[in-house]
T-cell receptor, first 111, second 114 residues
Framework: QQPVQSPQAVILREGEDAVINCSSS?????VHWYRQKHGEAPVFLMI?????EQKGHDKISASFNEKKQQSSLYLTASQLSYSGTYFC????????????FGQGTILTVHP | NAGVTQTPKFQVLKTGQSMTLQCAQD?????MYWYRQDPGMGLRLIYY???????DKGEVPNGYNVSRLNKREFSLRLESAAPSQTSVYFC?????????????FGDGTRLSIL
């Protein structure tokens, strides 16, 4: 079953912060985050594994709450280059090698 | 450093025609995937191959077939194209179990079926 992302879209000014959430109804083994710019391929941002580990990548970080089957992506001090569609991909224990992607969150950063 | 290469980049077909989408990776990855992307639907898995010689159905396999030709190449075939198969198709690869490894995507094939 597809994970649910919220919000569906968010509009920011440069320097503002945003949070994108990803929720699943299944017990999660891992959560991936990808960013896709218009007309391009998705690009990997980070993976979070069971254990609630928080990861960071420049000013983009994420957390994984395995008890709630949720992950959140945090974008701080947003830049114009952050604009794009963000997808979470979830892996479950019984589906070796497969991810199920959410429907995406469109992030637009204005000057 | 090519990564994942897909051909063709664009294609227009008539209903009922057949075609094969090609994908090759040069990262020595074991696992390869085919997704379709439709507006508002995210990426949906069509087929995947965990290793050379194996393939398995994903979420939306109907109307498609795949071949894992060797470790590098994974092709997707539409035997009788239908307008509902108009979409952007992405091939991806990962090292073994992509639950804990990044997936690397090709640039996509934009397919229109009239």
């Amino acid at each position: 079953q597809q994970p649910v992302q919220s919000p569906q879209a968010v509009i920011l000014r440069e320097g503002e912060d945003a949070v994108i959430n990803c929720s699943s109804s299944k017990a999660l083994y891992s959560v991936h985050w990808y960013r896709q710019k218009h007309g391009e391929a998705p690009v990997f941002l980070m993976i979070l594994l069971k254990g609630g580990e928080q990861k960071g990548h420049d000013k983009i970080s994420a957390s994984f709450n395995e008890k709630k089957q949720q992950s959140s992506l945090y974008l701080t001090a947003s830049q114009l280059s952050y604009s794009g569609t963000y997808f979470c991909g979830t892996g479950i224990g019984t589906s070796y090698g497969k991810l199920t992607f959410g429907q995406g969150t469109i992030l637009t950063v204005h000057p | 450093n090519a990564g994942v290469t897909q051909t063709p980049k664009f294609q227009v077909l008539k209903t009922g025609q057949s075609m094969t989408l090609q994908c090759a990776q040069d990262m020595n990855h074991n696992s390869m995937y085919w997704y379709r992307q439709d507006p508002g639907m995210g990426l949906r898995l069509i087929y995947y191959s965990a290793s050379e010689g194996t393939t398995d159905k994903g979420e939306v396999p109907n109307g498609y077939n795949v071949s894992r030709l060797n470790k590098r190449e994974f092709s997707l075939r539409l035997e009788s194209a239908a307008p509902s198969q108009t979409s952007v198709y992405f091939c991806a690869s990962s090292d073994r179990d992509s639950r804990n490894q990044p997936q690397h995507f090709g640039d996509g094939t934009r397919l229109s079926i009239l």
